[in-house]
Each structure stands twice: as C-alpha cells, then as structure tokens.
C-alpha cells in the first residue's frame, strides 16, 4: 500500500470505526482490520489511503499494552503513512491500570524513535472541546466538564475525576506534558512558541481544539510537527478532524463522498453491553417503535452455566425473529440496574461477556439469514466482533447527525458475516432513535 495518509490503532472498536467515518466521509477511502491482515488481504483494500487496525487497549493492562501493542505499532510503522496515530475515546477514560494511555504512548514513542508525541483530544463535530488543557464534552444539550460529566464521570471501569489532561495523564506517565492552548495556537508567533515547548523537552505535547478555528490551527500544527519531529501521534478522532483542513489546503485529498442508504431491512438484531443513560434511552425508545426486548442476566453468561444461558438467549431471539420482530438483548438498562460490582469479582468476566454477546448475535444471523445487526457498547463492541468472524470492515453509511457510530460493511472470509451490515454504537453515542435509524437505513 503506497501514499497512505494515515495508519492507526483504535483502542477499541466503536472507536476504530470513529476514525473511518471521519475519513471516508471526507473522501479517503479507509479499511479497518480487525487483526494484523495478511498480505491477500491487505491486496483487497490497496486501493485505501487510510488503515486502521481495531483493538481493546483500551479495556487491558499495561502489561498487556506492552505485549500486544509493541507489534501492532511496528506492523503500522512498516505501512510508512504520513501520520500513524494511536486512537482514543474523545472522553479520555483511562486509568494507571485499565486502558492506560500514557503507557501507550510511551510503547508508541520507542518504536518510532520521538522526543514528542503530540496529542489532540477535541472534537467539535463530536461535541469534545479541550480548553486550556481541559475537556469538556456534551450531554443532552448542555457541555459539561469532562469530571462533572453525568456519564462520564461514573463510567463502571474508568470514571474520569480529572478533567486537566495533563494531571490525568500525569498518573499514567512519567513522560513530562505540555500544552500548546488556544491562545498559543491563535498567536502570530505560533510556530516559534510551540518550537519553544518542543525544545524544552516534554515527551507529550496537547494542543487544544475548542472550535473549527482551533481546529484548523492544531492541525496547521501537526502536520508541520510530524513533518518534522516523527509520524506518531495520540489522541480523539479529533487528530483526523484537525488534519482534514491541512491535507485538502495542501491538495492532498479530494471531495468528500455522498453516500447512499442502504435502505430498511425488516429485521435487525441488537446486542448490547452498555450500562449508559443514552443507550437505556436508545433501547426504551426503540421498544416503543417495535422492538422486542429480552434482558440478560449478565452474571449467568460468565457463570459456570454460562452455555446454557447462551442457548437460552439465543432462542429467545430467534422466537423474537421468527415472529418478524427486530429484537434487542441487553444485559443491562442503565446505570442502575449495572451488574459491574458482581462481574469484576470473576476474572475476566468482562471480556467472556462481550464475547458471548458476540457469540449470540452470530447464531442470529447465522440462523436467520440476517444483513444486518448492531453491537452496543465500546468495550463490549471490541470482545463482541470478533466472534462474528469478521476480518475487515469499511463504511457504508456515515451518520452525520450522530458521527461515531457509523454503519459498517464486514468483510471476511466466513460466509454467514461476509457482507454483514454492521453498527458499533458506543455506549454514549447517537440520537435516541438510533436503533430504528441503522434498522430503517437512514442517515438522520
């Protein structure tokens, strides 16, 4: 694959199918790999500009990090794309022990040889804003600080209490952290400060992004300090954001791309791991249009009769199915009925969880021939997919009112899921009537 304009892993899969949406709606044709692809199936997509290989970082230890990272940041590195960068929720949840971001970034800053990573966070289009070094991120209509957020601020596995990402990333890192905030990026002298902070030494530079402005100067920036100083860099799907502006002055993309609706399939299967208010509101307002509803018992699907209990949902879904219903099984309907308390007192329970959830939605569509199915919940999306067999995938439909949660085309070798029309829908993501929209096919 020759002039790629970027590489980059996704820390999970909601997140990783973020970034092609961002792409691909601007024009740059993009894949996400769900494995390191061997070289016949990296030849079936030479035609992309942009790779992306999907992970679950995000939900492991650093231990973990260091195994598994280490290879997939050679493999993107060997792609040789102007910029390969490390993907991460535009919420920045993380913790010293699950999903650790500055350990990543170190792992990322040895392979490829930097002084500096630099890191963007904001997102305008996604409703992320970073201010001084602290973000802020949208809920209901109102922007909240990311440590008082209603969600965000309670996540089950990284509850965000620190809203200055230099302090967050602080306990994560021993790497020294600067900032590059609005006003810096705003001066006539921009470039010379900026030079300044890099010569200082810190090993991670933020730059904030609050509006399109900002946005289009932190990406003026990037590209001038990856140009120079290294290809790595971490951050939200703001990183993409930011850089569209500096490739299309440059000449280096083309128009964005209209895409069409698939049209509506008379049934879609949903399963979902998420905990959240908004995905509680999705699957309420989703069981007033029609849908069929069957809870889990999460603890019983990690048990020790947990393929009993897999089978049990299974045919509850098929009968839903069968009946002509789009169903949707949950184990979980908002935070107050999460089981997380229970689920981490099993090693590895979660991981086993959105596997199984993955497990059943396969046998759905396996048995009933469907098109199409949505997984809902980032950390559950990551464990889920893979047992659907999927090796790839690339996007059919950009949402553009709830970008983020695109519809997908799965690619593979496995006949039942080759051609899948699929959703990764993060647990904080999407309008409340997003279950019928990817069902109905429409773009808003």
Request: proline residues 5%.
């Amino acid at each position: 694959m020759r002039n790629l304009l970027v590489s980059y892993y996704g820390d999970d899969f909601t997140g990783s199918t973020d970034v092609m949406e961002a792409l691909a709606s601007n024009g740059i044709a993009t894949v996400l790999f769900l494995g390191i692809p061997d070289q016949a199936l990296l030849d079936r997509f030479g035609d992309c500009r942009a790779v992306g290989l999907a992970g679950t970082s995000r939900s492991e230890s650093p231990a973990w990090m260091q195994e598994n990272l280490t290879p997939a940041f050679r493999w993107l590195k060997d792609l040789q794309a102007g910029i390969c960068h490390y993907k991460v929720c535009s919420t920045f949840d993380s913790a010293p022990e699950v999903g650790n971001i500055g350990k990543a970034i170190e792992i990322g800053k040895e392979i490829f040889g930097q002084p500096l990573v630099p890191v963007i966070v904001g997102a305008p289009q996604l409703k992320r804003y970073t201010a001084f070094g602290n973000l802020f991120a949208a809920y209901q209509g109102r922007v909240f600080r990311i440590d008082r957020h209603p969600v965000m601020s309670r996540h089950p596995v990284t509850p965000m209490h620190e809203a200055d990402l230099a302090l967050h990333l602080g306990r994560q890192t021993d790497l020294a952290v600067s900032l590059a905030d609005l006003t810096m990026l705003a001066a006539p002298d921009a470039d010379a400060m900026i030079d300044r902070l890099i010569d200082e030494g810190s090993g991670i530079l933020l730059l904030d992004v609050a509006s399109a402005e900002s946005q289009s100067a932190a990406g003026r920036q990037l590209q001038r300090i990856t140009a120079a100083r290294g290809a790595f860099v971490a951050g939200s799907s703001g990183i993409e954001y930011a850089l569209l502006d500096a490739w299309r002055e440059k000449g280096m993309t083309g128009p964005g791309v209209e895409f069409q609706s698939p049209g509506k399939v008379d049934r879609l299967a949903v399963v979902s791991g998420s905990v959240s208010p908004t995905t509680e509101r999705q699957i309420r307002t989703a069981i007033a249009d029609g849908f069929h509803d069957i809870p889990l018992d999460p603890l019983a699907l990690v048990g020790t009769n947990a393929q009993a209990a897999l089978d049990v949902a299974v045919a509850a879904g098929l009968a839903a199915l069968k009946a002509g219903r789009s169903v949707i099984l949950h184990t979980a309907l908002g935070p107050s009925a999460d089981r997380g308390t229970d689920i981490d007192q099993l090693p590895g329970a979660r991981h086993r969880l959105g596997r199984a959830l993955g497990t059943i939605l396969r046998r759905l569509v396996e048995t009933e021939g469907l098109s199409r199915a949505v997984i809902a919940g980032g950390d559950t999306s990551s464990h889920a997919l893979k047992e659907l067999r999927v090796d790839a995938l690339t996007t059919l439909l950009p949402l553009p009112q709830t970008p983020g949660s695109p519809l997908c085309t799965a690619h593979g070798r496995y006949a039942p899921t080759d051609g899948l029309q699929i959703a990764l829908k993060g647990g904080q993501v999407g309008a409340d009537g997003y279950f019928s929209q990817i069902r109905d096919g429409r773009k808003d």
